[in-house]
């Protein structure tokens, strides 16, 4: 074992204020040494390891929605499945259905059920057509938009004239007021 701090200040004490080197260690208390600390630790890892609870295993869980693949403890897989009528549901997907909720007065099946039809129509045509499924988004954004149009207040809808095939009203002429300048 190591010297402890009184050896060595009785050692330094005693030498007459001569310097000297302080002893060394042999191999055979080194070796004692660390097999005496490999020992404790040992012992202090056991003592641990029977202090904590057993790891659940992890499973490889997909999406039913999305088909994203996660791992998940069985206990987690049954209170995604508790919570969205029995269907495992990615945390992407579950954050899309809580929006969906939000969105149609908070009916969970409905929600679940939009999103996941979603889901289907993009896996079967988005994901082998790219460029043609954002065409079709494209496409469903220009007919809400003219809906929202169509569905506007236009002056022609509140009794005003109509001149010329855009429906387009002029007041007066601009020509008399240019021409009265230039005289």
Request: proline share 3%.
């Given at each position: 074992m190591a010297?402890?701090?009184?050896?060595?200040?009785?050692?330094?004490?005693?030498?007459?204020?001569?310097?000297?080197k302080p002893r060394t260690l042999s191999m055979e208390n080194l070796q004692r040494t660390i097999s005496d600390i490999s020992f404790e630790l040992n012992k202090e890892a056991s003592d641990h390891h029977a202090k904590l609870t057993p790891i659940?295993?992890?499973e490889d869980a997909k999406c039913e929605c999305c088909g994203m693949s996660e791992e998940c403890t069985p206990e987690y897989i049954k209170?995604?499945?508790?919570?969205?009528?029995?269907?495992?549901?990615?945390?992407?997907?579950?954050?899309a259905v809580n929006q969906e909720m939000e969105k149609n007065g908070?009916?969970?099946?409905?929600?679940?059920?939009?999103?996941?039809?979603?889901?289907?129509r993009f896996n079967r045509f988005g994901r082998a057509y790219p460029v043609l499924s954002?065409?079709?988004?494209?496409?469903?954004?220009?007919?809400?938009?003219?809906?929202?149009?169509?569905?506007?207040?236009?002056?022609?809808d509140r009794?005003?004239?109509?001149?010329?095939?855009?429906?387009?009203?002029?007041s007066s002429s601009c020509i008399a007021a240019i021409t009265k300048e230039i005289n």
């Open positions: 010297p402890n701090r009184e050896t060595l200040v009785a050692s330094y004490s005693n030498s007459d204020n001569k310097a000297h659940s295993e992890v209170r995604v499945r508790d919570k969205f009528s029995g269907k495992l549901v990615c945390g992407l997907c579950a954050a908070g009916k969970k099946e409905e929600a679940l059920n939009e999103h996941m039809n979603a889901c289907v954002q065409a079709e988004a494209m496409r469903e954004m220009l007919k809400k938009s003219a809906s929202l149009r169509a569905n506007s207040i236009s002056p022609r009794g005003g004239q109509k001149n010329g095939p855009t429906g387009i009203a002029r």
